[in-house]
């Protein structure tokens, strides 16, 4: 894709005042595979734990949506840094702790402002991703470690399970935190990766990324949930050398089950997400609801 298609593309998911009807998608049989699906329950959990971190108005007067609130999950830090927020939190029985790495509030200006440029920061020189969620992440890091260091010997088991969401830009940095609770090094050895999940996340590095990103997962249950014509999981572009982990779970649209999709560390589904490509992934409301959810501020009402 061009980027005179690009920015035609985007005008046009900006400008969309009322989503389309999906049209033309092929028809897809759900596909409950247990060894990618997570139980219904747990994925409406991981819904509302990336709703959180929109909620939250800050450290003193958490807001959590109301599904969290009732099972006494509880806010323990909210990290901000350069205008991004992220809220590390524990699960009502104890057992867990969580982080929540909110998405840009205006996601409009996140799309005319990000750069698409990548760098290549870690010890395997061929490992590149997108520099401006690295930046975000950059900034965040050190507050959502310690958060989760101090938090660690609350929680029973001898390493305390810790689960990454993120919506939108969010899920670019949350798969960022996962490469490095993989990598090693940055969070406490008290902790362990449960789980990585993202919801219309887009693309955060190349081809090398995520092979060393998949190779490195093992058995931690890995979810990238798109939903319909969300614009933002089609940026960057892959002819600008980003691919997006697998792990890909599909909705058509709010009613319809998910999609264990055909994806995997060398390409993407082309009849999941990427079906809608390359005239129709321009959708805004598709962006900010999931599973029949909303997901942002509007959210929080």
Known sequence: MGRGLLVVLLAAAVSASNDRELLGAPPRTAVFDDARLPAAGALER??????????????????????????????????????????????????????????????????????????????????GVEDGFLRWYEGLKGGVAAALAAAAPGVAAARAPVHLVGHSAGGAVATLAAYDFLRGGVFSDALALASHATFGSPRVGNAEFVADFSARLGDVPSFRVTHADDVIPHLPQTELGFLHVPGELWQANDTAALVNCDDDDTKEDPTCSDSCAPLRCTSKADHLRYLGEPLGIAGCV
Request: a negative charge.
């Open 46 to 127: 991981l819904i509302y734990l990336a709703e959180s971190s929109y909620c939250v108005g800050n450290a003193s007067a958490p807001l959590l949506p109301s599904k969290l609130a009732a099972g006494s999950d509880r806010i323990l830090a909210v990290v901000e840094a350069r205008g991004a927020r992220v809220v590390v939190g524990a699960a009502g029985d104890g057992g867990s702790l969580w982080v929540s790495f909110r998405g840009t509030e205006n996601y409009e200006n996140w799309i005319d402002n990000v750069k698409f440029v990548r760098v290549h920061p870690y010890d395997d020189p061929d490992v």
